[in-house]
């Protein structure tokens, strides 16, 4: 089997751990101020409204749309953009959709017979309180989520892992987030779904590691935290490589030749699974070494932890043979 990487060889990832640091920041600011300023485009799921998809023969005339929907009081200030491609267009306008009858597809045909031949591909019609309730649903989805990463982090690890872990997690959603105001992507119930599977991916990858960085400094004859790092992220590459481009490779092909409903889910697992990988040697490992973790300090409390449960062990022992 061919191997990506040399077998054994150490890596200095940590010689970067600034520069990484420093377009984090970049993009970490950058991401809080579209969140403050562009804020995030809720779809038809947490908005409410009526979202109508339509394909045309020919290439779809958008301002000839536009004016046939204005001689109607609910639709004139609809919404009309292409969609995927030229022949698709998505009609969207909130409020209620009471003055339309019963069949809304009847209603738009006959108001755009004039446009050209298509048809109607989907319609969809939240009112705006299920929207309301869907959107704080959904994020106390994210909340709920976040504090069982909380507790989780709690008991796993040295308080030092797990801060270093909730900020790589922070940092990633953040990131993510930015992604999606920036480019306009709209959050749907799906887009909801991707940024709970890029938390719990970045945070599995983020535990993976740590693992063999708990696990180095109990074999390691090194003593700087620095080293150890290296040591394990380099012992996990291969794995950590493989899996981020195994996952990479779907979610790509799903980008580009899953259609258009599911653009956005795919959109968001590819800057998740990209920010998550890169930020699990490059934020969380590296905020080991600015929390001034002492592998020393480390190695005496689990010499001691060991000593403890072996005393238990030959108490325990002594007692069963009724020696105490």
Known sequence: MVQIFTKNRIYDFMRFKYISLSFSIFLFIG??????????????DFSGGTLIQLKYEQKAPLDAIRNAL??????????VTEFGSEHDVNIRFTGSSSNLSSDISADIKNLLKNTGNFEVRR?????PKVGNEL??????AILISFTAVLIYLAFRFEWRFSLAAIISEIHDICITLGAISFFSIDVN???????LTVLGYSLNDTIIIFDRIREGIQTSKRSDIQGIINESVSATLSRTILTSLTTLMVVVVLFFFGGDMINGFSFV???GILVGTVSSVYIASAFLIWLKFSVENFRAREAAKQKLKKERERERAMYEKGIV
């Open 31 to 44: 991401s809080i101020f579209l969140l403050a300023t562009k804020g995030l485009n809720y779809g038809i």
């Open 70 to 79: 204005s001689v109607d009081e609910t639709l004139k200030n609809a919404s």
């Open 123 to 127: 319609v969809d019609i939240v009112g």
């Open 135 to 140: 959107r704080e649903k959904g994020l106390m």
């Open 189 to 195: 119930l799906d887009t909801l779904a991707a940024i």
């Open 269 to 271: 697992l590819i800057v």
